[in-house]
């Protein structure tokens, strides 16, 4: 964690640190041997499951402020300090490791990858944040309701739709349950 206190940055230091100063051949950066990197200061959080070096692309995993970039303020301490309040906390990270987290090879030409075919997939805070309060909500009211989420290009509605699908059919009996999910 950088403290922009410090004049330091996620954006700037965290992120350079990753991708100059962490060997991915070190056992702890290989690759899948962590469910996600964060790189945070007190304002904003990245996040990437492959480390790289140089070339190590990082997401932003931030609450969004205002219906814009970053993070609403917080009265009660740092702006990220959701990120170990919320999303680290006990229950969160054992619902994440469960329903979100996934190792995979999404090509089908590929009958036997190795490590380096596949993809580590972690949710953004948005894709999160979003399957979380669906289920919540089928969970108190059933299904049947129609819901608009809004989300911009390349944010992910794919996996969004996949966790949220998985997730429902875990959790709702397969003869009550007749969902059709679109993009449009």
Not at 141 to 152: A, D, E, N, T
Not at 155 to 182: F, V
């Amino acid at each position: 964690m950088k403290s922009t206190h410090k004049s330091q940055t996620a954006r700037f230091n965290a992120l350079k640190q990753y991708q100059n100063d962490r060997d991915p051949k070190e056992p702890l950066f290989n690759f899948a041997r962590c469910a996600v990197h964060f790189a945070l200061d007190n304002q904003e959080v990245y996040m990437t499951t492959r480390l790289a070096a140089a070339k190590t692309f990082f997401l932003p995993f931030n609450k969004g402020n205002n219906g814009g970039s970053g993070n609403p303020l917080n009265p009660g301490g740092f702006k990220t300090s959701y990120l170990w309040e919320e999303v680290l906390a006990q229950d969160s990270l054992i619902n994440l490791l469960g329903h979100f987290v996934r190792l995979g090879c999404d090509d089908p030409d590929i009958k036997n990858p190795k490590i380096n075919d596949k993809t580590l997939y972690f949710p953004r805070y948005h894709q999160m944040n979003v399957v979380r309060k669906l289920m919540a909500d089928v969970q108190d009211y059933g299904v049947g309701k129609r819901y608009l989420i809004q989300h911009s290009a390349g944010s992910g509605k794919s996996n969004s739709i996949t966790w949220l699908a998985y997730q429902l059919i875990e959790a709702i009996p397969t003869q009550a349950m007749i969902t059709i999910l679109s993009t449009h």
